[in-house]
């Protein structure tokens, strides 16, 4: 069980937020862990230290539970920087999640253990420096540092006087439009830079305020569209405001996506009654029978690298139906499909297999390979991004967002560990020689965001019928020793 929780405390008083609360939380605080949160902060603070971020104090500041480094309580730091954390015990995580960008956290249970852990946090999947997490009766701390480096920001800290200053920079605008298309007005908001943001919805005057706290001061700029009365983003004091009048019969969905150094937020006015579909509603398996249509691959002796995927991704489905086990296919039939919609359908899967031939192996030889950063860390990290941003740009709202993104969130040793697993399956199962080969950026294994792996067969073994009945077995027990 996932436990989420978020913490909006400041807002304007009498308005109702909306939006942003929509989607936490899925199970409400638990009163014991905020007694538990309130017990350990008052007990850790007994030290006096004194944390500031953006000029607000946050109380709790310990700087001896993990020694030489200043931890703070978790939900407060989370609250002052303006992101969401949420907690997950099963996985011993806990997550940031600030303007689209997802930082998590191994939970310890000692300061002395969280110091010396590796690799105990990571921004976006990808490993960054810094001290984990600290359980203290129930109630999180996290090395404040850390977190606020991840996100951008810097910390100072001032021994004598015990205090440590966090301060984010301002992000910057750079581009606000509406684009009205047959179901909605999309509003997107692009920031260089983080910058915490509220929502507020009056429902009396049915008007949406977006808040937005730390943003170079911007011009004023009036919106249009077919779902809004009107819509104006304005300076207000130290704060930007998006203020947006809707139409009688119109809701909005928000959510924000990640991008380089910033991120994107996104509004969507729509009717009432328009449904949407939940984008992450993905097969678990994705079956990626390899070439196909005008591109036939390898001309083989036993047929068209293309054709004999093709059959042998039928064969699998087959077998994997029967044995209870849904999956989905890439192509459906001998149609060109692309390497980008080959990935897009791996988005949100917890395995992705895709399928070749190789004219360099013998009858019993198979290659498989698993997607890593190594060769392009920057390319890979776009790519999947930006195969989350096209499933996005069709649909979403900020519950399906952080959905998809903790699935996106890229798991290469995942996929190792599949490919680990494939080999030694199918060695015992067929007796086949299975070589597990280093990593690469395979463009096709990009959209499962590492939990993939490609294999290459001989083409003898590719049509023979027995190989379904082997891989079906191998990827159960891979996906078993997953969990699933
Ligand atoms: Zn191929």
Known sequence: VRVWYSLFSRGAGGHRRRGEFDFSPLLPPSPVLIFFVLLATFSVSQAQQRLTVNGRDVAGMSTTLV???????ALALAEAIGGHMSYDPALGLAVFDYAG??????????????????QAIELDGRSVAGTGAVNVEGSLYVPVKSVVAAFGGSTEYNAEQGQAVVVFPRAVL???????????????????????YQLYFNEAANTLQVRLER????????????????????QNGSYTDLIVRLNEGTRFESYTAPREGGFRFILDILPTSAQRQDPVATPVLVVDAGHG???????????????????LAQRLSEVLRAAG??????????????????SQAGIGSEFYLS?????????????????????????????????????????GTDVMRRRLLLNLVPDTARGERYANALARELQSLGGYTVNVLAGLPLKTLEGAAGRGVLIEFNASNLSDPQLAVYLASAIRTAMSQEGF
Do not use: C, K
């Open 67 to 73: 020694s030489g480094s200043s931890y703070a309580p």
């Open 101 to 118: 960008h997802l930082l998590s956290l191994r939970v310890y249970t000692t300061g002395s253990e969280a110091r010396n852990a590796t």
């Open 174 to 196: 750079t581009s606000a439009t509406v684009a009205s298309s047959q179901g909605y007005d999309r509003f997107v908001l692009e920031f260089t830079g983080l910058t915490p």
């Open 215 to 234: 943003l170079e001061p911007v011009s004023a700029q009036g919106f249009s569209g077919q779902f809004i009365t009107n819509a104006l983003l304005q």
């Open 293 to 311: 249509g005008s591109d036939s691959g390898l001309a083989l002796p036993e047929g068209q690298e293309g054709d004999l995927t093709w059959g």
């Open 325 to 342: 086990l849904a999956s989905d296919v890439t192509r459906t039939g001998d149609i060109t499909v692309s390497v980008s919609e080959r």
């Open 355 to 395: 399928l070749h031939a190789a004219d360099t192996l013998t009858p019993g030889q198979m290659n498989l390979f698993y997607l890593s950063e190594a060769n392009d860390a920057a390319t890979l990290d776009v790519a999947i991004r930006e195969n989350a941003r096209a499933a996005l740009d069709q649909q």
